[in-house]
């Protein structure tokens, strides 16, 4: 006999043991780790990650909540004629619906406007989507919380309380995107390095356990040029939240010849650029103001999609013909002819080819009504 006991626990070294600890968190360049999914998508270009924080800043009034609005009304929105009118290339990209397995839940929260203010957020986003605005509340899909004003008759301060019903609001509601409309009062101070580090550690957390994305908006430093490298986040907390952020969009406001637009610009982003979009708000549902991308800001980084040849769109309409039945809406001739059966899968290259078709009068409005707007038909003038 050998004297030798196999059985006997094996000691591991200390190397061996901080090893076994480290071994969780070591990269593996065999591992097939997935692309993230994003909530968003402008002009094809994805942003604000499922799992974490997003930032919107920009100098006082200048449209900071508008933002906010159109963000929301196209992921509440995606895919109805009247949002795709008023938010041209902002959408949800379909493999984050297909991931999520549902259409996305949006809680909206606002810290610094009077009550009627929010009230329009929640009331632009309704029209926007095309959904009754004297429907009752509150929407599964869509809740907002006005949290201005907290009861003072407490010994909690107004920004812990806020911050508790933000957090509760969180876990009864379990939405897939949030907006925070400000960070600045949930805490004592912009300064305030340890409370400040302690919330946004928390959301970071929330966002990924929770499997959502937190957009939070917080003022420039005043007096800067707001699309220049010293257009900073307000304070320290600007600092920290500019370096956790996936995506920092501003909002600028500019005024030529009395007209009003806000430009919207990516100040900071970890994959690919977006492109600027120029939006105005417009009187189209009377004094509610809605805001209507007019354009791809002048100094767009990519060229708008083209459209495909005339006779490619003409032949895949006249498979179309045959394959469904017509008049169409604009959504299933962009995703069933041009999609299907032309093999696109871009959104702007769909949408060009549509706008491209309707102008050469290959398809003309009907007279019959498809979720509330004049469907297309195909003109009379087609060789087929």
């Not at 605005?133 to 004003?149: C, E, G, I, R, T």
């Amino acid at each position: 006999m050998s004297g030798e006991n196999n059985n006997l626990p094996q000691i591991k070294t200390p190397e061996q043991l901080a090893f076994d600890q480290l071994r969780p968190y070591l990269l593996d360049p065999r591992e097939d780790y997935p692309e993230p999914y994003c909530m968003l998508e402008y002009n094809g270009v994805p942003f604000g990650k499922v799992g974490g924080l997003g930032a919107i800043s920009g100098q006082k009034k200048n449209g900071k909540s508008f933002v906010f609005t159109q963000l929301m009304a196209a992921i509440l929105g995606d895919g109805i004629e009247r949002t795709q009118e008023y938010l041209g290339g902002l959408h949800v990209p379909p493999r984050t619906i297909e991931y999520l397995g549902h259409k996305p839940k949006v809680l909206y929260v606002d810290t610094e406007m009077e009550k009627l203010s929010s009230a329009k957020v929640l009331r632009r986003v309704h029209w926007l989507c095309g959904w009754d605005l004297k429907q009752p509340m509150p929407n599964d899909q869509f809740h907002v919380l006005w949290l201005k004003n907290m009861p003072k008759d407490t010994d909690v301060r107004p920004y812990r309380q806020r911050y508790q019903l933000i957090k509760l609001a969180i876990e009864s509601l379990n939405p897939d995107i949030v907006f925070i409309d400000g960070l600045r009062d949930l805490l004592a101070s912009i300064n305030d390095e340890e409370s400040g580090t302690q919330i946004l550690d928390e959301l970071a957390s929330l966002a990924e356990e929770k499997n959502m994305c937190i957009w939070l908006a917080l003022h420039q430093n005043p007096g800067r040029t707001q699309d220049s490298d010293e257009a900073k986040m307000r304070g320290w907390i600007g600092t920290e939240l500019g370096n956790k952020v996936s995506d920092t969009l501003i909002s600028i406001k500019e005024k030529k010849n009395g007209i009003v637009t806000f430009t919207v610009k990516q100040q900071d982003a970890r994959d690919k650029d977006l492109d600027d979009w120029k939006f105005e708000v417009t009187d189209d549902a009377g004094k509610l103001g809605i805001p209507k991308i007019v354009a791809n800001a002048g100094d767009s980084k990519r060229q708008k999609p083209e459209h495909d040849s005339k006779e490619d769109i003409n032949k895949w309409l006249a498979e179309a013909y045959t394959m469904y039945n017509w008049p169409m809406s604009r959504k299933d001739i962009k995703q069933k002819v041009f999609g299907a059966i032309g093999g696109q899968r871009n959104d702007g290259r769909q949408q060009a080819d549509l706008d491209f078709a309707i102008e050469e009068r290959m398809l003309e409005e009907s007279t019959t009504k498809i979720g509330g707007h004049y469907a297309l038909q195909l003109a009379d003038v087609l060789p087929f």
